[in-house]
């Protein structure tokens, strides 16, 4: 607790990340998804100020045309959870996050007067032991598809789903707040070539991988 009796959501981040192909239909219920658009102020050699807000109230596709701003100030008012946070350097599946609960409504003016802006729809499940979420991006990060495994402790000895094709844990390339000024349609292609001379890879550092 601080000194003003507020509780600082101080954590260290482990995960790992993975790129995929598509989103998985059997992890999709029928039942809307949290719909995220984050807003990043700053980001800068790996730092980021970042505001996001969430609802399960609305299901949007995440098609390719989708503008952030545009969904959030035509449904600001179903956006109900709100948080501001600071994140440092991803750094072997460890990431530094601090984060508090804002008004949904300073949220939303924040992200819609400034700021660089994603919007993806969230879907979490099971597998083997662990929570993952798949993110689905839209607007210029469609049609890309992001898993992420994630604990309380460092990710390992992780039974990996098949869906997942290669991995991203610690690419830069691949975080929100580069995604949200270096969008994926900007380098897809690239790295599609990438991927197809170098092949996948899953790193080694983690203990045991088990493609499942």
């Known amino acids: 607790m601080t000194r003003e009796g507020m509780p600082m959501l101080d ?19 029928g039942d809307a998804p949290a719909l995220i658009i984050q807003g990043y102020f700053v980001h800068a050699d790996r730092y980021a100020l970042r505001v996001r807000l969430t609802t399960h109230a609305l299901r ?21 959870t709100a948080t501001i946070g600071v994140k440092g350097p991803s750094v072997g599946g460890t990431r530094y996050e601090a984060s508090r609960d804002i008004d949904a409504q300073v949220a939303a003016a924040l992200v819609l007067r400034g700021g660089d802006v994603i919007i993806k729809n969230r879907y979490t499940a099971w597998i083997g032991a662990d929570g993952w979420n ?10 890309l598809v992001v898993a992420a495994a994630q604990r309380s402790t460092p990710v390992t000895n992780l039974i990996i789903p098949r869906f997942c094709v290669t991995e991203i844990t610690d690419e830069p390339r691949f975080s929100n707040d580069e995604l949200s ?10 790295y599609e070539d990438e991927l197809a001379r170098n092949g996948p890879s899953f790193q080694q550092s983690f203990g045991t991988n088990t493609m499942e």
């Open 60 to 80: 949007i596709p995440m098609t390719a045309d989708l503008d952030a701003r545009t969904v959030l100030a035509e449904h600001r008012d179903i956006f109900r």
């Open 134 to 143: 798949i993110d689905v991006f839209g607007g210029a990060n469609a049609p």
């Open 11 to 29: 954590e260290y981040q482990y995960e790992r990340r993975f790129f995929c192909r598509s989103m998985p239909t059997e992890f999709d219920d």
């Open 181 to 190: 000024w270096r969008p994926f349609t900007r380098w897809a292609d690239d």
